[in-house]
């Protein structure tokens, strides 16, 4: 595991030009599996988030030739065909990597369409957590052995993508009953992280994954075109989620979600959560609960 | 016999340049076309297909000829040396290395480093636009050249070697 951990870190340098790529890797062997973050601003020395705090790597400061061609890796020279994750934000790199990106914003007819004059960078280590889900799996599986629609609620930062990412590899890949196939509205690209049409975190085998489109639209198209057995979604923000989640529900799926929450009351107190929960589409709600490093889960019955 | 010998050499030899001289000035219309040509379809796989830079250079370096191929070929390396070498300088690099180049063309050609694969698609087709068009504007000086002084060339060659003979004899 710790290995994996520091492969993942080795392997997020590969968007770093050689230069800084080597300072990233005087951090030790045994800090590499912790780092979260690598840290790139104009004028400063290079740093790793770790756990306890930012951690600079070298003396160098950072310059803007740099981040040009961290750009220039991320995006394979191609910048064009990276631009609307441009306009995020970010960029999903191989090992589904996330690098952040800030600068000068290139306007037109209101949009970004381009960043010049970047100023910083923050690559996000992806490491994905296979078995999160086993300790709440039997709860929320159905008699027939099929995960049933079930509610992930949570603070930021508690570990509700983690979970729905691996509830939806444990449902695609029969992990503990038949296989399902389960269609996947990735609005952000948190949970599969698409590079090159290949989720870079592990989904399972029969899991279909629409990335880049809002979720209510990419909830219907996948239930008109790849006939899923499960739908899941990251983070319902918006009516229009709420809508489609009933309409998938009324078509005999189940229905994987996650939902921001400090407590369980935030899903009687919230507009929106209201609505969903009114509708009765999930079985089960599962209460992420952090404390310190550690996870603890709370699964309830939903009437 | 030893004199006719040589006297024939001289005048093959004068000839030889002279034609020489003349095949290189179509040779020149013949690179600057290929080269306008290989832009032309980058454009298109850029505008039309979004590709990725890597891959339609790759593509490009096997459906082009001479010296569009050597140029197309070589960016596909420096593709896979970013971490290296940012593209910008390598392709000032092979712009700069590439074989049978005037400074007219190296000059259309020099300016796409700054942009293929740093700017969103129209970015990149606006640029190859101008270096096509500053390559054809090129190919078109080339061929008034080779017009007006092709046949000179072999003329003199051929005319020249013949003049030495009957010097020489």
């Known amino acids: 595991m710790e290995r994996n951990k520091e492969r993942a870190y080795e392997q997020a340098l590969q968007v770093l030009p050689l230069s800084l790529r080597r300072e990233a890797l005087s951090l030790p062997p045994e800090d590499r599996g912790r780092a979260e973050e690598l840290r790139l601003r104009c004028g400063q020395p290079l740093t790793a988030v770790l756990p306890e705090g930012e951690r600079a790597l070298g003396r160098e400061p950072v310059t803007g030739r740099d981040l040009e061609q961290l750009l220039e890796l991320a995006s394979r020279a191609s910048v064009h065909t990276v631009l609307t994750q441009l306009r995020r934000g970010y960029l999903t790199v191989e090992g589904g990597h996330r690098v952040g990106l800030c600068g000068s914003a290139v306007m037109r007819e209101g949009e970004v369409c381009n960043l010049r004059q970047l100023s910083s960078a923050a690559v996000r280590i992806a490491r994905s957590v296979v078995g999160a889900a086993e300790p709440v799996w039997d709860k929320l599986a159905g008699p027939d052995g099929a995960l049933e629609s079930t509610l992930v609620l949570a603070p930021p930062g508690a570990g509700k993508t983690t979970l729905l990412r691996d509830l939806i590899r444990m449902a695609s890949d029969g992990v503990r009953g038949s296989p399902q196939r389960v269609g996947v509205a990735d609005e952000r690209g948190e949970v599969a992280a698409l590079w090159n049409g290949r989720p870079q975190l592990p989904v399972g085998a029969r899991t279909d994954v629409l990335e880049g489109c809002p979720k209510a639209q990419a909830l219907m198209m996948l239930l008109r075109a790849m006939n899923p057995q499960i739908l899941a979604a990251d983070e319902i923000t918006a009516p229009e989620d709420v809508h489609a989640l009933v309409t998938a529900a009324g078509c005999g799926t189940a229905l994987l979600a996650t939902a921001h929450g400090r407590e369980r009351e935030d899903l009687s107190r919230r507009p929106l959560y209201r609505e969903l929960m009114g509708a009765g589409v999930f079985r089960h709600l599962v209460y992420i609960h952090a404390e310190g490093g550690a996870r603890r889960y709370e699964v309830e019955e939903l009437p | ?169």
């Open chain 2, 1 to 169: 016999m030893i004199r006719l010998m040589g006297a024939v050499l001289i005048a093959f030899g004068a000839a030889w340049l002279g034609l020489g001289a003349a095949a290189e000035l179509g040779e020149r219309v013949k690179r600057l076309e290929a080269l306008s040509a290989g832009l032309e379809l980058l454009e298109r796989e850029l505008w039309e297909r979004g590709s990725p830079l890597p891959e339609v250079m790759e593509q490009l370096s096997r459906r082009t000829q001479e010296p569009a191929r050597t140029l197309f070929a070589r960016c596909a390396q420096a593709c896979g040396q970013l971490d290296r070498e940012p593209l910008t300088d390598a392709w000032r690099g092979l712009v700069e290395e590439l074989d049978g180049l005037g400074p007219e063309s190296r000059a259309a050609l020099l300016p796409l480093g700054e942009v293929l694969g740093r700017y969103e698609a129209q970015g990149q087709r606006e640029a190859l636009e101008r270096a096509r068009r500053a390559l054809d504007r090129a190919q078109v000086r080339a061929e008034e050249e080779k017009n007006r002084l092709g046949r000179v060339y072999q003329i003199l060659g051929v005319s020249g070697g013949g003049f030495l003979v009957i010097l020489l004899l």
